[in-house]
Each structure stands twice: as C-alpha cells, then as structure tokens.
C-alpha cells in the first residue's frame, strides 16, 4: 500500500520556523526508492538536529548499505526544533522522513542511532510525533520495531521500556541480518505478531529485547538478577564487530548537506577500534579490535567520494588516526595524488606519541597550517597514568616546538576535569602546561603571536571501560577546580602567556546528567519521560538543557524506589555489584576491566596491544576476531586525476 507524502501539509509550515531547508530532503546523493517495491522499509534516525545528524558517520553508512538491497528501502529523519515541533502538533503533521517526506509509522523498523544518551528526549518527541506508543508494551503488529544502535547502545537499559531491541556494536552486517528476518516474517504472514518477530530477532543472539529480560532488585537498590523470563532467548547478548573494513567501503557516495553543518567534508574511517587502553574512553574499549581499511581501500574510496561529492576536504577519520600502521605512506601519497589540486586533507586530533612533523606537513602541502590539536586529557603525569595517557610533557613539548617551528602559530590541548582519584593539583597542572607550550612555540618561532587553547570537558563514567565502578566527580568540585585553573591561567607574572591561552569548558552540571543516563539501570526511564513530558528536548545543546528539570524528575521519581541521582552518579560500584549492562555483552571480559580499574587507581599503566603481547581483554577470543593491521608495504593504485574520467573499478568498491 502506498504511503502519502506529508510534504504538502509540511510545507504551507516551513516559512514559519527557523532554517527550513533542513526539512526538505533531496541532498545530493541522497535516495528516495519506490515505497511498494520495497519488501522492507527502514527509517534511521539520529535523536539530534540536522546539523549534526547529517554528517554523522554510522547513519550515513547504513543508509547506504540498505538502500543497496533492491527490496529494501531506507530514508532518515532527524529531531525537528521546538518551533517545527510545536506546529506539527498543531497541524497534525507527523514525524517525517526527509527523504520520501513518509510519516515514521509506516516503516516496518525506526532504527535510532545513539552516539549520546543526550539524544533519549528526542527520542521520545519523535515516537510521539509520529503516533507510535512511547512504550513498546503498547505497540502492536502495526507499529515499526523501534531498534537502538550506536555506542549508547551498549547500555540502553534507561530506555529499555520505549526500544523493542537494540544493537551493540557494528551495523553494517547486522542491518542485513535484521532485514532477512523481518522480510521473511512478513511474507509468511506476520506469524505470533510482533512477540514472535522479535523473538526471531532475539535467537540471533546480537538482538537485545529489552522485553524478554527482567530485572529484579534489592531492598537497597541494586540489581539482584536479570533473568530471560522465556526459552529462545540467550542470557547474554553478543557485540557486532564487522571484520573486513575493506568490504564495506562506506560511504561510497556521502550525502552532501543543504543546510549548514558541523562538517562539511568528506570523511574516510581508515580504521576502527583502538587498543591504546585509555581507561576513560568507552569508543575504545567497545569498539576492539583495531581493525584497519588497506591503504588501496582509502584511495579507492577518497577517489570515488570526491567525484560523488564534490568535497573539496577529505577527513582521515578513526579515534586515533596517526596510528594507523600506515599513515605516514597513506598521507604522503594522497598528498602527492591531490597535489596542485583544491583537495585537502585533514585528521582530526592526533596523538602527541603518533604525532610527526613530517605526516603534518604532509597534511598541510595542499591546504592551509590551521591549528593543531592533541589531547593530553589530564595535567599532570600522575593522573595521565590513571587514565592510562602516557604522554608526556617533554613529549608534547617537542612535539609543539617542531610544529611552531614549522610555520604552525595555534595549538589546541583537549583535557577533562574530574577524573578518579584527581585532586586540585593535577588540574592546575594543566595551566603549567599552557604556559609551557607557548614559552615553547615563542622560542621555536621567534614570534609572540603563538596562541594556545585549552578545552576541558567533564569527565563521565561509562559502561564497559574501568571506570564503570567509578565515582563520578560532583559539580561543585568540577566548578571550583576550573574556577581555580582559571585563576592559575591569568596569574602569571608575564601576563602575556595568559593572554594567549584560550580556555573553553562547560560546567558539570550536564556531565552528572550524562552520567545517569550512561549508567542508569531501567528505573531511570521514568526520569527520561518524565522530563520529556515537561518539555525537554535536545539535551546535549546547553541552551536548550535544564538541569533543574532533570535534578526534579530524578528526585520525584527516583526516592520513592530508594534510590536518587547520587546513587547513578557519585556512588562508587563494588566488584561484586551486578550493573545493569552485564549482560551485554562488548566482548571485554569484566575481570579483566576490574583488574585495569586496579591498576588505575594504583597509576599503573597497560600497553597497547597492537605493538606488545596480547594482554587478554577478552575481546579478541570472545568475539572470535582478531587485530587486523599492516603495514602491507602496499601503494596506492594509480588513477586518473580527479573529476577526469571514471573512478577506478576497485572490487571493493564495486563489490564484485
Ligand atoms: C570518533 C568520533 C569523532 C572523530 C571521528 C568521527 C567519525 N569517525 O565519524 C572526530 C574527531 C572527527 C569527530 C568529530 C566530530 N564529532 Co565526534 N565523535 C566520535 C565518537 C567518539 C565515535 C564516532 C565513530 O566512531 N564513528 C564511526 C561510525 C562508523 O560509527 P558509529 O556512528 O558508531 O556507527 C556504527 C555503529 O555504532 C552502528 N550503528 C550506529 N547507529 C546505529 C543504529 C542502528 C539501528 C544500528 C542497528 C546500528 C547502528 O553501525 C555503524 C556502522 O558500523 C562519537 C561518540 C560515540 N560514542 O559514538 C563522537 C560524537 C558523534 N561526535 C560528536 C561531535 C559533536 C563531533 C563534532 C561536531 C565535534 C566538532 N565540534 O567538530 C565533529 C563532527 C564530525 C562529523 N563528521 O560529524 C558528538 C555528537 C553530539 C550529538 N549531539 O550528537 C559525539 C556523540 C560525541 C559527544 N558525546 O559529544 N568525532
Ligand atoms: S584480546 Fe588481546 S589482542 Fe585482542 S584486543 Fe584484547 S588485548 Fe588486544
């Protein structure tokens, strides 16, 4: 049965809100198929505005890699603002996808991609938007299985009550597998409803039905079991992990946005995973093991990417790019390829130990020396082997004179503040070191002009990392410790070096919050309604973000079951304490992370395991993978110039 546009009720709306062109759709490269030739439809959404969803990398990827299959179909949608929201309602306009402008009910699945918990309200005002029960026990046969994916995923208990399944780990496989099941469930008549399409989904074994699992708990609040409440269902569920990156070279045509966005730039994912060990980095520790695109895979893909675009940037992308066994090759042989041309390259913060001189000249032969960035994360040496950075300032040192040597003038430093065991000295450390980095860049330039900015987030405890047992810090110690780097910033005698230090950072209050929603258990679902019926939305944007609203739900609805938002949040776990994620499975064994827990609170550092012996995470044996990297001594293949001629027919690109 076809399904109607919206469009025409949509738009008499569009001038009345603030940047419309969001909500039309028809980017370049993006799809619309023809709805009843399809026999399974996905919307995906990203919980966030436009301007961040588009660009998002997951999204893009498994739009692409649905839309391939001829009997499938799959369009996006994104958080409308409150301005847009509040007409929808008062028109009766649903929640729509861009592309084909359906309304989200129609789809057979409404796959949601959660890189933050900060999305879960948004969430919330699309389901109702779109008339889909906000409790997945009030759905029936005719509403689309809501299903989470991302790195939020891997703890999606506070929304186990408005999901029908989530998905930890890698998508690219795992979309197609659900789509077997749900294509094949339809043709057979929808037999047992939608109890038994999710049942189908849950024998996987990397399907999680929130449903099918109860949890039970003790009089002093903590989780007593979770137990499968029927047969069919396995008592933990498995991460994906797609092994090959080189045969799934996606995005092969990006989506190019019409409205403004937070990247405009083609971005390559020249490798996942990362097994560097920073204690605080749950992207890290969920995404083992590294797996790294051949460097021929990156050049095909670039190549074919800039022609479908029109980019005129191209983003090495992973979590720690200069790792890459061989970036040095990959950057110097792109730059020699795009040479004379408008094509920059760039990778986003690099490691000040995998950082060279020549890889950044290399980056910047073809385009501008804008700013640098690394990422110390903590101030002092004793808390960066808490958290298992081992950089150190002589490092970083050297690092910056080479680059302010070499023409670069700004350096931009990433740190958190409220780390485990941190105190007041480790984060005044971090002014030392500003100060020390431009002292650095003036001698090595001979030029006062050397900026430095240090940007300092608040650190949050996640699932899966050793420092899901954490306390987190409080908001108060977070604000009085960067009221005091603050100070310790502008107090030097040479109030010049001051000067030159720009400090960018939010306060903890948000942090605490993030805090509840990546390690709250199911009862927090209550606290995420109920700030959504009083008129949260978009979350992670400090405008829109109460945190009043969040302290009075957490309150009203936390106490009566004895537990409150200090309890999630400042509380440290013990080893014994099962947490709401433990049947979930990243493949990490949870010895293995208490031990790591151990020895950061004794400051002992754990090497990375690309380079050393295998130190048994868990991850490699658990998922029946192993760490894929070169160097292969491989170059990459000859092509004709961009925009001249044809990409080249590299199989794993054609897949064929
Ligand atoms: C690494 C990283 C970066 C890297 C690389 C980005 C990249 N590879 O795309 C760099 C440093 C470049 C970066 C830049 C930025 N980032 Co960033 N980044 C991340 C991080 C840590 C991981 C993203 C990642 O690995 N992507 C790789 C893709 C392939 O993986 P994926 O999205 O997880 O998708 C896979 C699976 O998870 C799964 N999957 C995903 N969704 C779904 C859904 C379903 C239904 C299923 C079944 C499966 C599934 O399938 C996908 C394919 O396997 C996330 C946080 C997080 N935990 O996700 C933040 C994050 C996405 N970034 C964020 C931001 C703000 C930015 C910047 C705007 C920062 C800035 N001011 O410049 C830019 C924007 C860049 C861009 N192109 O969008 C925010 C987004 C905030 C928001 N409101 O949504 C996040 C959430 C961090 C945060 N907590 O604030 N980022
Ligand atoms: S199992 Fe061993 S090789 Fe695999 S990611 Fe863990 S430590 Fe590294």
Redesign the pocket.
Known sequence: MSVESVFPRLEPLLPRVSKPVQYVGGELNATVKDWDSAAVRWA?M?P?AYE??L?????M??YEVLNEMPDVLAERTYAVWPDLEKLMREHGVPQFTVDGHRPLGAFDVL??????E??YTNMLTALDLAGIPLHAADRTVEHPVV??????AFNPEPIADFIDAA?L????E??GE?TDIIRQWKAQGRPGGRDELLTRLAETGTVYIPRFYDVSYREDGHIDAVTPNRDRVPATVAKRT?MDLDAWPYPKQPLVPLAES??ERM?V?IF?GCTRGCRFC??GMI?RPVRERSIEGIGAMIQTGLEASGFEEV?L???SSADHSEIGEITKQLADRYEGTNTGLSL??TRVDAFNIDLANELSRNGRRSGLTFAPEGGSERIRRVINKMVSEEDLIKTVSAAYANGWRQVKLYFMCGLPTETDEDVLQIAEMAKNVIRAGREASGRRDIRCTISIGGFVPKPHTPFQWAAQCDPDTVDSRLRKLREAVNSDRDRSLGRNIGMRYHDGKPSLIEGLLSRGDRRVGRVIERVWRDGGRFD?WSEHFSYDRWVSAAAAELEPLRVSLDWYTTRERDEAEILPWDHLDSGLDKEWLWDDWQDALDAREQDDCRWTPCFDCGVCPAMGTDIEIGPTGRKLLPISPVGVGSPTRNPALTGQ
């Open positions: 995906l990203y966030d961040v969803g660009p998002n990398q997951g999204v990827i498994l796959g949601v991609s959660f890189s933050t900060l999305g299903l989470a994916g991302g790195h939020a998905v780990g890698d998508g690219e795992a979309v659900i797609t937070v990247h971005s994912e996942r749950q992207a995404t983003g992308l992973s979590l986003p913060s992670g």
